[in-house]
T-cell receptor, first 115, second 113 residues
Framework: GAGVSQSPSNKVTEKGKDVELRCDPI?????LYWYRQRLGQGLEFLIY????????KSGLPSDRFSAERTGESVSTLTIQRTQQEDSAVYLC?????????????FGDGTRLSIL | QKEVEQNSGPLSVPEGAIASLNCTYS??????FFWYRQYSGKSPELIMF????GDKEDGRFTAQLNKASQYVSLLIRDSQPSDSATYLC?????????????FGTGTRLLVSP
């Protein structure tokens, strides 16, 4: 497709379970970003990929969160031992490069609900 | 602390009026400024971006940047009910040479018919 694709669109899981969220960036975009948006809140930066490397993972809230990117394309955000405070919309964005003048384009997000 | 501040609103304007959305930021080194529109339950959609002081116009939208005063604004002319959404201001923070966006919490705009 032409845009950023995320899956699943919705995920409901029990506390303590692991979840994997997937992001397919726009083809050719080398920069990829993950954000979290809690209900009624702004976007929180989680991690940035340039190619398959993550120069900045400073926004990951705990060691339960990890992410990887392969083939300079698909990225997976994994949350282990989920907690209720992890409930949020997880948004992925991509841009042609990581430079300051590159607008980021967002996917539709994964709405994660922890019971 | 690098921050981006917006009035949460709601900002209510009648159809056809000009809506003015404002954003201030704390990092004087910021170089790129973005406005995103977010409908309820949807992802942010890029509306405008601006890098230089002054005005930038695109259709009904005008972005205004004043780096000396550290504010950026978005004007929506001839507001339509379909413009009702939350508008997010995002400012880049240069960190290890890449763009790291800091988002405001957004201003909710309501355009009444």
């Amino acid at each position: 497709g032409a845009g950023v694709s995320q899956s699943p669109s919705n995920k409901v899981t029990e506390k303590g379970k692991d979840v994997e969220l997937r992001c397919d960036p726009i083809s050719g975009h080398t920069a990829l970003y993950w954000y979290r948006q809690r209900l009624g809140q702004g976007l929180e930066f989680l991690i940035y990929f340039q190619g398959n490397s993550a120069p900045d993972k400073s926004g990951l809230p705990s060691d339960r969160f990890s992410a990887e990117r392969t083939g300079e394309s698909v990225s997976t955000l994994t949350i282990q031992r989920t907690q209720q405070e992890d409930s949020a919309v997880y948004l992925c964005a991509s841009s042609p490069a990581g430079g300051s003048h590159q607008p980021q384009h967002f996917g539709d997000g994964t709405r994660l609900s922890i019971l | 602390q690098k921050e981006v501040e917006q009035n949460s609103g709601p900002l209510s304007v009648p159809e056809g009026a000009i809506a003015s959305l404002n954003c201030t930021y704390s990092d004087r080194g910021s170089q790129s400024f973005f406005w995103y529109r977010q409908y309820s339950g949807k992802s942010p959609e890029l509306i405008m971006f601006i890098y230089s002081n002054g005005d930038k116009e695109d259709g009904r939208f005008t972005a205004q940047l004043n780096k000396a005063s550290q504010y950026v604004s978005l004007l929506i002319r001839d507001s339509q009910p379909s413009d009702s959404a939350t508008y997010l201001c995002a400012v880049n923070v240069m960190n290890t040479g890449f763009q790291k966006l800091v988002f405001g919490t957004g201003t909710r705009l309501l355009v009444s018919p």
